[in-house]
């Protein structure tokens, strides 16, 4: 079984810049996750979808992040305009309800300058 | 108060050594127990899980969840090289799906 697919695996920016990740989920799953992890920190939850809806954005700084899955299946990410505190790694999971653990990818490394 | 706990380390041990990894938390809501590992560099797998108090055992590693005492452990035994890497506690909310990470605790065995 193919796991959870992030591109691109780094990206270097400047600040005030755009930025778009991409996650392609687990064949069949259909709750998607997006994390973000600071360095020696836990990932901390930015939104949850169900499917192409959201069930949990309470987390993402509206102003300038976002995201959407199309079709229930991928899913992007974007940062307009990137801060330096956004340094971070994003990472993708997702999960088979009802239950289940949640599987994530390998992340995407992004260093704001 | 944070809602999770959990000393980040470094922690550094010889091989063969018992290690034990801790976490307390403070919501009482909190009903599933899991431990995560994360190599460099990786996104986290999962280890252990379980939604009640005692001990869960799997090869070398114990998850042990007190809840009235609202403390996680995770015990590995003859700790080997490829154990590296940093652990997180996490924990669900009942009738929730997302995970609540404490901070991660860097290990490093010695060979």
């Known amino acids: 079984e193919a796991g959870v697919a992030q591109s691109p695996r780094y990206k270097i920016i400047e600040k005030r810049q755009s930025v778009a990740f991409w996650c392609n989920p687990i064949s069949g799953h259909a709750t998607l996750y997006w994390y973000q992890q600071i360095l020696g920190q836990g990932p901390k939850l930015l939104i949850q979808?169900?499917?192409?809806?959201?069930?949990?954005d309470s987390q993402l700084p509206k102003d300038r992040f976002s995201a959407e899955r199309l079709k229930g299946v991928d899913s992007t990410l974007k940062i307009q305009p990137a801060k330096l505190e956004d340094s971070a790694v994003y990472l993708c999971?997702?999960?088979?309800?009802?239950?289940?653990?949640?599987?994530f990818g390998p992340g995407t490394r992004l260093t704001v300058l | 108060q944070k809602e999770v706990e959990q000393d980040p380390g470094p922690l550094s041990v010889p091989e063969g050594a018992i290690v034990s990894l801790n976490c307390t938390y403070s919501n009482s809501a909190f009903q599933y127990f899991m431990w995560y590992r994360q190599y460099s560099r990786k996104g986290p797998e999962l280890l252990m899980y379980t939604y009640s108090s005692g001990n869960k055992e799997d090869g070398r590693f114990t998850a042990q969840v007190d809840k009235s005492s609202k403390y996680i452990s995770l015990f590995i035994r003859d700790s080997q090289p490829s154990d590296s890497a940093t652990y997180l506690c996490a924990f669900i909310i009942q009738g929730a799906q997302k995970l609540v990470f404490g901070q991660g605790t860097r290990l490093t065995i010695n060979p």
């Open positions: 979808f169900q499917n192409n809806g959201v069930v949990d």
């Open positions: 999971a997702s999960r088979l309800p009802p239950g289940g653990a949640q599987f």
